[in-house]
């Protein structure tokens, strides 16, 4: 069996288990343009959200949760990525909140395919199962609107616990979650980001695997590692070919 051994499973969440129905700063663009005097080209607007998000980031770590919280966090970030392109005065904290309460739902996420068949078949396994995710206090609002909720054991979300991927104390956490005794080594990570996802749960004793189709060809990873998407994984682990 491929998994033998492995007694707990974990996924990340966002470009794992979920997709964006649209890329964020689509999504932006889109409300932004029911705001007269909008101007913006979606090359200029993608840049400035990759750039705020990562310097929100690193200047208020986890959507902000030990200083301005998390709804200030990303009403900064659509206020820095947005505001040039609007007139001065624009509600742009009414635009930022209106962003905020959509992606609380389906309208902006959609299940990863091949997320329903692979969880289907390690419940067959009789596998702990759970969530560890950098995400802020939407996520089981989300996981539920989109049908996930109740396939998990667990739900393990930075923004609650305190502390981040790749930190090691989220993924001990999430073993401590467990109604089952379980080891790091009979533990299985899954997730899209070598640093957070691989590197993290391998730091902390666990197993780990990719979903990043574009990692395909990074030579400094072991290639068994990388799967294109989660039906990719699923054959694997069918065709017991999958090696950890």
């Given at each position: 069996m491929s998994l033998q051994g492995i007694k707990l499973v974990t996924f990340d969440v966002t470009n794992t288990l979920l997709n964006f129905r649209m890329p964020p700063w689509h999504y932006y663009i889109t409300i932004a343009k029911s705001?007269?005097?909008f101007k913006g080209a979606t090359d200029d607007i993608k840049a400035k959200f990759k750039h705020n998000f990562k310097n929100m980031w690193i200047e208020h770590p986890n959507f902000g949760k030990n200083t301005i919280q998390w709804v200030n966090w990303w009403r900064e970030v659509v206020a820095l990525t947005l505001k040039d392109h609007l007139p001065a005065n624009t509600n742009i904290k009414g635009l930022a909140d209106k962003v905020i309460e959509e992606f609380r739902t389906d309208k902006c996420w959609e299940v990863s395919q091949g997320s329903d068949r692979l969880i289907s078949h390690l419940r067959t396994l009789d596998l702990s199962i759970g969530?560890?995710?950098?995400?802020d206090p939407r996520l089981n609002e989300i996981l539920?609107?989109?049908?996930?909720?109740d396939k998990f054991d667990f739900i393990l979300a930075s923004y609650e616990f305190g502390h981040c991927k790749?930190?090691?104390?989220?993924?001990?956490k999430a073993i401590d979650l467990c109604k089952k005794p379980v080891k790091p080594s009979e533990s299985l990570h899954i997730g899209d980001d070598v640093q957070k996802d691989y590197e993290g749960a391998r730091a902390a004793g666990w197993h780990a695997l990719l979903i990043n189709k574009q990692l395909e060809s990074e030579k400094k990873l072991n290639q068994s590692h990388i799967f294109k998407d989660l039906n990719d994984l699923i054959v694997n682990i069918e065709q017991n070919k999958l090696k950890l």
């Open positions: 705001y007269p005097g969530v560890i995710s950098n995400f539920q609107k989109v049908g996930l909720l790749p930190d090691k104390r989220i993924f001990v």
